[in-house]
Structure formats: C-alpha cells, structure tokens
C-alpha cells in the first residue's frame, strides 16, 4: 500500500462499487492516482475488490456500507467518507442501477417501484448530499451511470427507460445549479455492456462492449468534464437517429 495519506491525493468514492463496470472503473481511477472508497451492500466483497486495488496500484483504498434504498442513512455515509479519506472526497461516481426483467415490471408494481427507486430515487438521494459538500467548496465532480435507454422509451424496456430518463433530466439540472460553483456534473449513458446485469440477454454481439473499455471511456470522459459521455461514442449517432425517427413510425417498430 502507498505511503501516501489518502487526503494527499485526489480522492474519488464510488458507489455501487461491486458492478462490473464500477470495479473496472475504479481501476482506472487507481492507476490515474486517485484515493478510493468504494461502497455498497457487500463489503466482504468490496474488501476483496479494495485489496486487489492497493496491491496493484498502491492506491488508498477504504470500504463502506452503503444502501441505496435507505435514504436516511445517506447524509451519514457522506460524512463517512470525509472520515474515512482524512478530508471531503473531490469526486463521487454512483454506478449502481437495476434492470428488470419488462414483463415482470409490467405485471408486478413492486418491481417496477424498485426499479424507480434503485435507478432513480436512490442515486438522486446520495448525489444530492455529495452536491451540498461540492457546492459550498466550490469544486468537485460529480457523475452517474445512466444508460442510452433512457434517451427514448422503448417496450422492450420502457421502466428501466423511465428511471434513467428521470435521472438524466437530475443530473442535467444538477449541471445547470453546480456549473457557476466549478464543480462538474458528467452523465455516463453506456450502450448494451457485457456485464451480469444483461446476462442471458440476447444482445447484438456488434454492439456489445466489455467493462473494462467501457469504463475507460467513461473515466476519461469524468476527468475531461464532459456534460454527458456516450459508451462507446458510436452510440450518441445510434440514439440521436433512434430519437429521431418519427411517431407514426416508431410505434411499429420493435424496440
């Protein structure tokens, strides 16, 4: 492990950190020189996750609880993470997220509701408390994994669509708050990954990116403070056709 303080570098927590995506985009983070802590429900895990990180980087590295759904608990764990990296992070990432299967969501209100509050409410809840920390500082970055789902609502996953189009329109309005105040507000907007939340998915194998590309991309994109970063960048020409097309013929397609 380095024998750097974890308040001498710049400092990232990432939230949801378990995900494919999230794990391979906090080592991205590590090798650009960034203190970590990265949070969730497992922490037996993020530990294992974290000591693979401080081996390989030499990176600050700390572990913390964190529920998305327990809303009350977030102005807490911001202040852990001040605790834990000796001073207020520079920069938090929230990856996590559900996908429903659309048929269930569809047919189940709980599913549905637990969609809205996983891909939506919870990470809004968090981001609000790391963008009174930001604000008040005058410097930071904040950003979210959203998805090219919801640039426009498509059956084939309209409830999933909804919660990352509320998130996208969040984020955009966090952007316009945080702007005059320096800190940066990046909307990730990945296409069809390669990860466990679409396994079993059949996918359009062209089309499908592994994690680790995708959070190279992603990362370069956050510390660039671009307003919205496409993952890979063919999908912004992908969805802006999708966006598009219209009424009277997208409702006859199968999307």
Request: proline letters at 4%.
């Amino acid at each position: 492990m380095s024998n750097a303080s974890p308040g001498s570098l710049e400092s990232v927590v990432i939230v949801g950190a378990s995900s494919s995506l999230a794990r391979a985009m906090a080592a991205c983070f590590a090798a650009g020189d960034h203190a970590l802590v990265l949070a969730g429900r497992d922490t037996a895990e993020l530990e294992v996750i974290a000591q693979d990180l401080r081996v390989r980087y030499a990176r600050p590295c700390r572990v913390l609880h964190f529920d998305a759904l327990d809303y009350g608990s977030h102005p807490g764990f911001v202040a852990e993470c001040t605790a834990a990296l000796g001073a207020p992070p520079d920069g938090a990432v929230v990856c996590f997220g559900m996908l429903p299967v659309q048929e269930e969501a569809q047919e189940d209100f709980t599913v549905a509701g637990r969609c809205l509050d996983t891909n939506y409410t919870g990470a809004m809840s968090v981001l609000e408390r790391f963008a009174g920390v930001f604000e008040a500082r005058g410097s930071g970055f904040i950003a979210a994994v959203s998805s090219v789902a919801g640039d426009r609502g498509r059956k084939s996953n309209y409830h999933y669509g909804a919660a990352k189009a509320a998130l996208n329109a969040f984020l955009g309005g966090l952007q316009n708050r945080l702007h005059a105040r320096g800190v940066s507000v990046t909307t990730v907007k990945p296409g069809f990954l390669d990860t466990k939340m679409t396994w079993g998915l059949v996918l359009p194998a062209l089309l499908v990116t592994d994690p680790e590309r995708a959070a190279a991309i992603a990362v370069r994109g956050i510390l660039k403070r671009r307003s919205i970063v496409y993952v890979p960048g063919y999908w912004r020409l992908i969805m802006l056709v999708i966006r598009h097309i219209p009424g009277v013929i997208f409702k006859r397609l199968s999307l």
